[in-house]
């Protein structure tokens, strides 16, 4: 087994027996309620920053999430990389993978890493009207056999809207917000909401 497969396969299954140890006090409910569209206070946002990878720099997209409400809001995440920390989607086999900090160059002409996710809650408190944004860049997921292939990969979160502990997930709503990366014949990207 090579080196990186054997770093992402036992980050993965570590990051998921670790997913269990950020978990809420014992005997604290787990139970949520979904929202439906538009049943929450906040406005999510994809958009394409870089399009096409370069000798210097990968594919970019920005996201923001805007508090619409005149009130304070707390979102959490389940993960450390908020506002969106879902590191990776796959699609026939292949993924891509979003990264806040992404490598330094290219391995073999290709944009790669592996996705690390740290079990961490995250999250903002949202004054009324503010915008929180952040750049990810769009990477090739390591194992990938072909540097970006063509395809549509759906990213998705969930998000806990004003819970009770702002250091948990728990909270009495939840919603899930996601988006859809496009890799096109000409390896550049396209963002769909």
């Not at 809420?24 to 399009?51: D, I, K, N, Y």
């Not at 809650?121 to 056999?145: M, Q």
Request: proline share 9%; glycine share 4%; hydrophobic share 35%.
């Amino acid at each position: 087994m090579d080196r990186r497969r054997f770093l992402a396969e036992t980050s993965l299954v570590g990051g998921l027996a670790l997913a269990g140890c950020v978990s809420r006090p014992e005997g604290q409910s787990t139970t949520t309620t979904q929202t439906a569209s538009g049943q929450h206070p906040f406005q999510f946002q994809a958009s394409v920053v870089a399009a096409e990878p370069t000798v210097s720099r990968p594919p970019v997209i920005d996201l923001a999430v805007t508090n619409t409400d005149d009130t304070t809001h707390v979102l959490t995440t389940p993960n450390d990389d908020f506002p969106f920390p879902t590191p990776q989607a796959r699609a026939d086999g292949s993924a891509l993978v979003l990264d806040s900090t992404p490598p330094p160059r290219r391995e073999d002409d290709c944009w790669r890493t592996i996705p690390t996710v740290l079990p961490a809650i995250a999250g903002h408190r949202f004054e009324p009207r503010e915008t929180v944004s952040k750049e990810y860049a769009v990477l090739n997921h390591d194992s990938n056999t072909a540097c970006w292939p063509n395809d549509s990969y759906e990213f998705s979160q969930e998000y806990a809207l004003d819970p009770d502990d702002e250091t948990t997930f728990d909270g009495d709503t939840s919603f899930t917000w996601g988006f859809t990366v496009v890799v096109t014949a000409e390896s550049s990207i396209v963002v769909e909401e």
